[in-house]
């Protein structure tokens, strides 16, 4: 062969390169053709995809612990939260197939002289077990530390045992935090997500005195209180005041007896728990009182001004009575009283009885939850609504209108399985979803007076 067919051949042979080359260039910049190409495995591109989600996993974490470390003073240090992030984005980065697998984090024991233990091999274990796969805790503790990183937190970590995972925190690290508390003080922790608490507290009666149950609802909801803005949180107090229902129309018919020129001279109620002892006997003992006493209540609950007017000086006098209370323990609390829900209270029925979830017993209107054998009477057969539609409209309330993602209830105990009905029927309703936000009723004891 001449030095020019020599020549030509190796040109082609180029030429033909260069195109192939050109065409996988192609290829590869548009995957979905890499892909069908062969070019580009689907091994390959699974792996791919798991490491891009694994780097994705590797810096959230990083941001987090900058954020636990940037904090600085404005907020401590969860040892305990990182350590879990930290376990928690191995074992997943492990087991990438395993649902929610927990870190179980506990503190060390004495005679291992760890500071913390990884326990999670053996529940891990027993979740491959159910997929059909036999593996040994104490593989699956080897495997989780491989995916461990570098940390300033851990001095050295260790495999013992079946599969428990020994922590020891790097003690220059500890000291450090220690003399940061030394010198700063306790600080609230650093909460991933600022939540909007609504509390429910104290709630005296009107024309009542406030007893030992008031005071005691009124210093624990106090506390809570100050401890969720402590940390951070978005807290709305509320005082449900009784002030609403039927013995308000005995004491608007006595006020009306006794002070007639109530609506434009301010009547001089120095005692209103002695008003109200003497309203009460004469609905006990007096018929044609009574008759007025119901009378009152339908037109106050029909917003007619002089009986609203006459319930406000009778809440006024309670509030200020209330307030002494509140002043002296320096709490701050927004009223709410029943009556704030009285106009909510047809529309809950209605929506009640739309979505078919009301029966009529014995005139009443009623409503079971489940679970609890007691309903709640929403309609009383005089045609009057109850603390029971009073609460099914606080709860829808606080819920959506308010925007409350944890609802908070510092009620005796007594109250409890009132509180279980009531959350049982928000569920039911389709108003209270437990996964998405958190009702909770605060008991506390109560104390028994004289007459028991």
């Known amino acids: 062969m001449s030095d020019i067919s020599i020549l ?42 798991e490491n891009a989600k694994l780097r994705y996993q590797i810096n959230h974490l990083k941001r987090n612990i900058d954020g636990e470390k940037t904090k600085g003073r404005q907020n401590m240090v969860s040892l305990i939260g990182i350590i879990e992030d930290v376990f928690g984005l191995a074992i997943r980065q492990t087991f990438p197939d395993l649902e929610n697998p927990p870190a179980m984090i506990q503190k060390g024991k004495h005679t291992m002289k760890n500071d913390y233990q990884c326990n999670a091999a053996m529940n891990i274990s027993q979740m491959l077990k159910s997929q059909g796969q036999n593996t040994n805790p104490r593989q699956i503790a080897d495997a989780i530390m491989q995916n461990i990183p570098q940390t300033q937190y851990f001095e050295k970590l260790e495999v013992c045992g079946p599969g428990f995972i020994n922590i020891y925190l790097n003690k220059s690290y500890v000291a450090e935090q220690m003399s940061e508390l030394l010198n700063n003080g306790v600080q609230p922790p650093f909460i991933r997500v600022k939540k909007h608490p609504i509390v429910d507290f104290s709630s005296p009666n009107i024309a009542k005195e406030m007893h030992v149950g008031h005071l005691r609802s009124t210093i624990i909801g106090e506390s809570i209180c100050r401890l969720l803005e402590w940390v951070g949180h978005d807290v709305l107090r509320l005082n449900h005041l009784g002030d609403w229902g039927t013995q308000f129309g005995m004491l608007i018919a006595h006020l009306q007896d006794k002070f007639p020129n109530y609506a434009t001279v301010s009547p001089p109620i120095g005692d209103l728990q002695k008003f109200y002892k003497e309203s009460k006997v004469r609905f006990d003992t007096d018929e044609e009182f009574k008759k007025r006493a119901y009378e009152a209540v339908v037109k106050l609950q029909n917003y007619e001004d002089n009986h609203i007017k006459a319930w406000n000086l009778i809440c006024d006098v309670s509030r200020i009575e209330f307030k002494k209370v509140y002043d002296r323990l320096g709490v701050t609390i927004v009223e709410r009283g029943e009556s704030y829900y009285h106009k909510m209270m047809p529309n809950i029925v209605q929506e009640l009885d739309d979505k078919n979830l009301t029966l009529v017993e014995d005139g009443r209107k009623i409503m079971f939850a489940p679970g609890c054998s007691v309903p709640l009477t929403l309609v009383k057969s005089d045609g009057g609504y109850t603390y029971d539609t009073s609460d099914m409209a606080a709860i829808k309330n606080r819920l959506f209108d308010e925007n409350g993602d944890w609802l908070i209830y510092v009620v005796d105990a007594g109250q409890g399985p009132h509180f279980d009905i009531l959350y049982s029927a928000a569920q039911k309703t389709g108003w209270y979803n437990p996964n998405l936000k958190r009702v909770e009723h605060v008991g506390f004891g109560v104390v028994l007076g004289e007459d028991k």
């Open 8 to 49: 030509t051949a190796h040109a082609e042979q180029a030429e033909a390169e260069i195109t192939r080359l050109e065409d996988e260039i192609a290829i590869l910049q548009d995957p979905q053709k890499a892909l069908a190409a062969g070019v580009i495995s689907p091994e390959l591109e699974k792996l791919r995809a």
